[in-house]
């Protein structure tokens, strides 16, 4: 990302600005009184809908995200939230996100803001997608080279026949329904609660980065940051049953979304996930970071299994 305009960041501003800062993809932006983000959008459409859902969002309650501003030229501005990313190893961080992504789902419930395209790629959709793509690098793997070639020879198998297993108790009508009808009513989701997606300033959990936000089934939402967290906690059951508590007590599950939690719990999305972008070497994918969380999914195949049948009666 080249350096903003000067006169456009205080244009939009609306004050001077006394220096900026490139970061990582972003730059910091300084004035007196406040330090900003600035950031390229994916698309002027998503900024424009975003726009209307955060105030939308703020109109019910729900602030704990930073101050969003248009710049131009595909730029926005966030305010700089001095805090910490979430940890998915604590346990009092991961409890928090949760209750504050329940309050983020009630806010986000039937929102009046329009849709900016009648279709989306939905979690069903999303789901779908990524056991194809492992699939096929699964038949392909023995043309690869390195590190990933022993993790998919390993487990690979298991993992496709676990995916496999639970996308076929997946793939039903009511599923399909489910989500259609949450992009039709307007549920809100993040869709990448990933942990540098959470900012932890003492004990207030903040919210950023919705470029892939949309309306989807706020379970998925769910189940990805709750299996993230379990993946890096072991699998432990009694860290999920309290995070389960922290979220229900804002937004209860019925029970068809309580089954399909449960059923995608045995889709190994993580293992899919890390090797697809290691295989396919998308940005941010790097073997020396991958691999011992491959090798730590991997080695709590059994721990994972053991959940699994102890969720028969949730």
Known sequence: MSQPSLRKMERALQTR????????????????????????????????????????????????????LHAGDGLTLTTYICGETCRYRSRKESKLVLGQLARFHQAGRGCTTPSIRRTAFLLWERLG???????????????????????????????YRMGVNAWNQLYTPTFHEMNEQAHLHHHLCHRDLASHNWMIEEDRAWLIDFDTASYDAQWGDLWQISTRVLTENHWNR?????????????????????????????????????????????????????????????????????????????
């Open 17 to 68: 600005v006394i220096d900026m800062e490139k970061g990582q993809k972003i730059w910091l932006i300084y004035t007196n009184e406040q330090t900003w983000v600035a950031k390229q959008c994916r698309s002027a459409y998503h900024q424009e809908w975003w726009s209307q859902v955060d105030r939308e969002l703020r109109h019910r309650g729900f602030d704990d995200m930073p101050t969003f």
């Open 238 to 314: 009694s860290l999920w049953i309290e995070m389960m508590e922290c979220y229900e007590h804002h937004q209860p599950l019925s029970d068809w979304e309580k089954y399909f939690i449960k059923v995608m719990y045995g889709f190994p999305n993580e293992f899919f996930r890390e090797s697809i972008g290691v295989l396919e070497k998308k940005p941010g994918y790097r073997l020396d970071y991958t691999g011992p969380y491959l090798e730590r999914i991997i080695d709590d195949i059994g721990r994972h299994r053991e959940f699994l049948s102890q969720l028969r009666h949730w």
């Open 129 to 159: 997608q990524r056991l194809k793509k492992f699939e096929r690098h699964l038949h392909q793997y023995d043309r690869s080279t390195g590190k990933v070639d022993k993790w998919i020879r390993i487990a690979g198998n298991e993992m």
